[in-house]
Every structure is written in C-alpha cells, then in structure tokens.
C-alpha cells in the first residue's frame, strides 16, 4: 500500500510559478513510476507528466511541455511538479498517482492518489 499526499498548491497570478511536491510512503518508491495529473470543474482528469521508475526520464502533455518539469528524488520518496509561465488555463485541482513500474498516460492505470492539491492562476 501507498499513501501520497501532495502539497504547494496555492494562487499565483499569470506568468508565474509554483512547485508540487508528492510524498510517498513505503520503502519501494523507486519501483513506482510517479505522475501528475489534473482536474478542472466540469472537465476530465487529464495527464500532466509523469516520471519513470527505471530512469527517470519524463514524459509531458502537450498543453504543458516546455513550461512544467517533473523530477524526483528517490532518497526522499518524493516527486516534484515544477511549473512555470503559469495561465490561468493551468487552473485546477492537481493529483499525484503512482502504479508500479510502467508509466502511463492512462489514469485508470494508476493504483494510488493523493487528496489533490488546488492551483489557481488569476489573469
């Protein structure tokens, strides 16, 4: 079992920038592949970026690509959402998943969540 709780929400105008962090439970954090992914009212739950388990390389949505960054740290059990150039179309409440191994795109592939964490960007 994995418990994820996210944090570094919070309300920044257009332009700036915010880092997430997930921290995870459990000694087998590096097995897990870690991704973000977002909800806006009345939308679907989409895929932010993710990190792999096995290198750490990092896989991006096209709506946010060149302006976010994922990293982890596995010493820490915890994975980081950096974003930056912030719009107000970037607001929503932001989650942290992990599922073993493989990264997806899929969040029906993912096992464990976090609570969320709420982002606001006003114009």
């Known amino acids: 079992q994995v418990q994820l709780v996210e944090s570094g929400g919070g309300l920044v105008q257009a332009g700036g920038s915010l880092r997430l962090s997930c921290v995870a439970s459990?000694?087998?954090?590096?097995?897990?592949?870690m991704a973000w992914f977002r909800q806006a009212p009345g939308k679907e739950r989409e895929f932010v970026g993710g990190?792999?388990?096995?290198?750490?390389?990092?896989d991006y949505g096209d709506s946010v690509k060149d302006r976010f960054t994922i990293s982890r740290d596995n010493a820490k059990n915890t994975v980081y959402l950096q974003m930056n150039s912030l719009k107000p179309e970037d607001t929503a409440v932001y989650y942290c998943?992990?599922?073993?191994?493989?990264?997806?795109?899929?969040?029906?592939?993912?096992?464990?969540w976090g609570q969320g964490t709420q982002v606001t960007v006003s114009s």
């Open positions: 998943a992990a599922r073993r191994w493989l990264l997806t795109r899929n969040r029906y592939d993912y096992n464990y």
């Open positions: 459990g000694r087998t954090f590096i097995t897990y592949a």
């Open positions: 990190i792999r388990s096995s290198d750490s390389s990092t």
